[in-house]
């Protein structure tokens, strides 16, 4: 079991962040023989997804005060020295992500309106993490999914009523009316009215359309 800096809750040795608080735990050693022994018996290659240098620990935590501070540019430097020695850190990913997408933290990375899943830093955590970091970011990129789709059904929705008054409106029809000089029955296409002055072939006087002109 391991305590939360934060909030001081407890969770298993497995946890990437705090279930309470979101706070993410900075281990100083990889992955136990029994999660090796797991993750070979299963099929799958082991990669290391933790700290295995002592020196990345406090640049790890450097990072995520500067996430906290919103000095995005400082973090970003930051996880890039932690790359130079572990090419392979899935934490420096994660907080590269959220500084590509300027989110101080996951919780506000999960309700980001951009697309986060054509990142490079995106498919290097979903590359090098283990199945619980990478269940991880599918479920934050499954969320933004959700965001963005229900963002544009109102947009399609509001397309389609536009494009259905413009058919509307393209459909030609006719309208019957009397000449207002000589009474002659008269029918003039929607497109003829549209265009203001009408000419009576009767009496070939011209007029203006008038909703009182019209023959029921």
């Given at each position: 079991?391991?305590?939360?800096?934060?909030?001081?809750?407890?969770?298993?040795?497995?946890?990437?962040?705090?279930?309470?608080?979101?706070?993410?735990?900075?281990?100083?050693?990889?992955?136990?023989?029994?999660?090796?022994?797991?993750?070979?018996?299963?099929?799958?290659?082991?990669?290391?997804?933790?700290?295995?240098?002592?020196?990345?620990?406090?640049?790890?935590?450097?990072?995520?005060?500067?996430?906290?501070?919103?000095?995005?540019?400082?973090?970003?430097?930051?996880?890039?020295?932690?790359?130079?020695?572990?090419?392979?850190?899935?934490?420096?990913?994660?907080?590269?992500?959220?500084?590509?997408?300027?989110?101080?933290?996951?919780?506000?990375?999960?309700?980001?309106?951009?697309?986060?899943?054509?990142?490079?830093?995106?498919?290097?955590?979903?590359?090098?993490?283990?199945?619980?970091?990478?269940?991880?970011?599918?479920?934050?990129?499954?969320?933004?999914?959700?965001?963005?789709q229900e963002k544009d059904e109102p947009a399609e929705q509001?397309?389609?009523?536009?494009?259905?008054?413009?058919?509307?409106?393209?459909?030609?029809?006719?309208?019957?009316?009397?000449?207002?000089?000589?009474?002659?029955?008269?029918?003039?296409?929607?497109?003829?009215?549209?265009?203001?002055?009408?000419?009576?072939?009767?009496?070939?006087?011209?007029?203006?359309?008038?909703?009182?002109?019209?023959?029921?």
């Open positions: 079991m391991k305590q939360c800096r934060e909030c001081g809750t407890l969770s298993n040795d497995d946890t990437i962040f705090c279930a309470v608080c979101g706070t993410r735990f900075l281990e100083e050693h990889f992955d136990t023989a029994e999660s090796v022994s797991a993750n070979q018996h299963d099929g799958r290659e082991s990669i290391p997804n933790r700290s295995i240098n002592e020196a990345v620990i406090p640049l790890l935590q450097r990072i995520s005060l500067f996430l906290e501070d919103e000095e995005y540019d400082r973090a970003d430097a930051y996880c890039e020295r932690v790359l130079d020695m572990e090419p392979m850190n899935v934490e420096a990913y994660i907080d590269k992500l959220l500084v590509e997408f300027r989110c101080s933290s996951v919780d506000q990375l999960q309700s980001c309106m951009s697309d986060i899943s054509a990142s490079k830093n995106y498919a290097k955590v979903l590359r090098f993490g283990n199945d619980q970091q990478r269940k991880m970011i599918l479920s934050i990129n499954d969320s933004i999914q959700k965001i963005l509001r397309n389609a009523e536009e494009k259905r008054q413009v058919d509307e409106n393209d459909e030609e029809y006719y309208v019957d009316l009397y000449c207002p000089f000589c009474r002659a029955e008269l029918s003039y296409t929607n497109w003829q009215i549209s265009e203001g002055v009408l000419t009576c072939p009767e009496c070939e006087t011209q007029f203006y359309y008038d909703e009182r002109l019209k023959r029921e």
